[in-house]
C-alpha cells in the first residue's frame, strides 16, 4: 500500500457543502475506520480546499474510491489533485 495525498478544490456553492456535509463526512468516515483514510479536514487558509491523507494501491483506484464522495456526486469539487507521498521523517497511520 502506497500513501497518497489528496487535496480537494471546491466549487463556489458553500450551500451546497453545507447541505451535504454530513454525507461528506459519513463517507470519508467509513473509510476511516477501514483504515483507508489516514487524515482529512479543511485547509483553514481562507480557501474552499481540503486535504486528505488516503493509503491504496494507486492513484486511479484512489481517484475511483472518491468518485463515490457524496460532494463529488453533487459536482460540489471542482478539482481532485492526488499524489504519492514518500513519509521521510515520522509515522502516519
Not at 5 to 24: C, F, I, L, S, W
Amino acid at each position: 500500500m502506497s500513501l497518497y495525498a489528496v487535496r480537494y478544490r471546491y466549487t463556489d456553492d458553500t450551500a451546497g457543502r453545507d447541505e451535504h456535509r454530513p454525507a461528506h463526512r459519513e463517507f470519508l468516515g467509513g473509510l476511516a475506520e477501514e483504515g483507508v483514510v489516514v487524515a482529512s479536514g479543511p485547509l483553514l487558509d481562507g480557501a474552499a480546499e481540503a486535504l486528505l491523507l488516503l493509503e491504496g494501491e494507486s492513484a486511479e483506484q484512489i481517484r475511483e474510491l472518491l468518485r463515490e464522495d457524496p460532494f463529488a456526486q453533487q459536482g460540489i469539487i471542482e478539482s481532485v489533485e492526488v499524489r504519492e507521498w514518500d513519509v521521510v521523517i515520522g509515522s502516519v497511520g
